[in-house]
C-alpha cells in the first residue's frame, strides 16, 4: 500500500467511525431571518452536489481546509448556473480573499450575527462582497439559538455535535479550531445545552452525541452541573478534554453516571521535552506530562476510556519517535491511541513559522490538511522518515494483539469496580 493508499484508506475510516452533520450550518439555518424555506443537503461520496441544491437561491457552504478546494469548485459549478453561494467556517474566515475568488458572499468568524445581512444581501441581489462576523457583535453564547437539527431528516449519522463552548483558554500552536474564529473561551449555560441536546432526542430517539468542543471541562464546577442535569436523559456520549479532569473524582463519578463512554485527550508526544512551548500560554502541556499515567488510569477506572491522541513529527522529535511512542503507548493505560502528523493548518502560528523558515514543502496544498499528509520538513527528520515512521507505527499500533493488548487492563479494571460497567 503506497502513501496515497493509506491516506485515503485512513479518511475512508474517520468517515465511518463518524458521519456527523454541519453543526455550523444547522446554527445558521437557526440564525436565518423568517420568510426563507430551508434545506440541507450533504456534497455526496464522489465529492460533487445534489441535483435539487440547484433549486435554491442562495446556498451556504461549510468547510474545512482539507476539503475547501472541492467546496469552490460547487460553489464555481452553482454561481454558473446563476445560484448565489455565501461561504464561511474555519478554512475561509482565516483566507478570506481566497474564498472570495470563488463565491458571492465570505463571512469570516462565528457565522450566527452576520448571516441576516448576508440572507438581505442575496435577497436584494447585492454585489459579492466579505463580511467580517466581529461588524456584528460578539456572539453572546447564552443566547445561541436551537441549532436546526429537524433539517436533517432521516439521513443516517451515526453521532449528532452539540456545542457546550466555544474556544479554548489555552493556545497550542498548531490548533486550527474554534481558536480561528475567536480567541475567547466561551461556555454555555448548561440549560441551554441540555435544551439542544432534547432537540436532538425529537429528531433521533438515542442520539450519541459527541459534544463539539475544543475542551469541555475547563470549567470543573460548571462541568459537574452539565453532568447531573445530563445523567437523567440516559444517553451515550463523547468529549474532548485535558487531562486535567483526571483531578476531579467527583466529576469523574458524574461524567460516568452520565453516559461519558470515550473522551479524547490530546497526549500529544511522549515526555515533556517535545512538549515544550507547544501550549504558549502557560506551557500547560509540559508541565502535565509527568502524571499523565496516574491520571488517565484514574479516568478509565471510571468506566470511561480514554483516547490518547500523539502528534508525529514535533520540532522536537528525531526518527526515534516512533519507538518511544509505540513503548509510551504501551506503558500507560489507553483503551484507544491516535496518531497524526503535525499539520499546518492556514492561519495558525505554526503554518507561519514554518512559511517563514521555508520549511512548507507545498505551500497552499490545503487539500493535505488530513492530519495524516506531511506537507512541511521535520525538523530532526527526513520527510521520508517521518513517512515511513508512520507507517511503521501505525503497523505497530493497530494491529489486532496490540490492540487487544491495550485494551484488556480497562476492562479488567472494570471488573475490579462493580460500580463501573464497560462501554455498551
Ligand atoms: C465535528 C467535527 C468533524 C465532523 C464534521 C461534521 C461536519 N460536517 O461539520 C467530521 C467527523 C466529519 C470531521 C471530519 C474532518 N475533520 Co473535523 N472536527 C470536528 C470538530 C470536533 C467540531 C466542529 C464543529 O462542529 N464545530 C462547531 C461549529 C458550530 O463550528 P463551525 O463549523 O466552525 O461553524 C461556525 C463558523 O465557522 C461559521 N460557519 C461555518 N460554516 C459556515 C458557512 C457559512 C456560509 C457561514 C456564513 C458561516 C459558517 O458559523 C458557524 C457558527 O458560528 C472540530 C474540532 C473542534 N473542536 O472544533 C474538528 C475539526 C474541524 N476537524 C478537522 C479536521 C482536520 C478534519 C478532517 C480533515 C479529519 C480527517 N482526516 O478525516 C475531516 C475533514 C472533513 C471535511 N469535510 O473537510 C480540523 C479542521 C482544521 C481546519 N482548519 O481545517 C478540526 C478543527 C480539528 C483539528 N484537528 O484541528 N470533523
Redo the contacts with the bound molecule.
Sequence with gaps: MDDEDRTSR??ER??Q????????????AAATPAGHELRYF??ESDRTEPAEVYTCDLV?????????REAYAIAGRLRAAGVRV?????????RPDEAALHAD???R????A??PA?VEAAAAGAPPRV?D?KEYGA?DVAALPV?RYDLLGDRPYN?F?V?TS?GCPWRCD?????V??SQSYRKRPVASVIRDIRAVMRVRERPFI?F???NTFVDKAWGRELCRQLAPLRLKWFT?TDVSVADDSELLDLMAEAGCRQVLVGLESPGASALEGMEMRANFKARRAARYTEALRRIQAHGITVNGCFILGLDGHGPEVFAQVLDYARSIPLYDVQI?IL?P???TPLYDRLLAEGRILEPER?DL????DVNYRPKKMSVEELRGGIRWLTEGLYNAEETAARRQPFFAGLRRRPDHRPAA
Excluded at 455565501?86 to 482565516?94: E, N, Q
Excluded at 468568524?109 to 450566527?112: K, L, R
Excluded at 490538511?369 to 495524516?372: D, K, V
Design positions: 485512513f479518511v474517520s468517515r467511525i463518524a458521519s456527523l452533520p454541519s453543526l455550523g450550518l444547522l446554527y445558521l450533504e456534497a451556504a457552504i461549510s468547510t474545512f481546509s482539507a476539503q475547501v455565501a461561504m464561511g467556517g474555519l478554512h475561509v474566515s482565516v458572499y465570505v463571512v468568524g462565528e457565522g450566527e452576520a448571516w448576508v463580511f462576523a456572539i441549532p453521532r455535535t456545542q466555544r498548531f490548533c486550527a479550531s474554534t480561528m474564529l459527541e463539539a468542543d475544543d474532548e497524526m499539520t493548518f492556514p492561519g490545503w490538511c488530513t492530519l495524516f
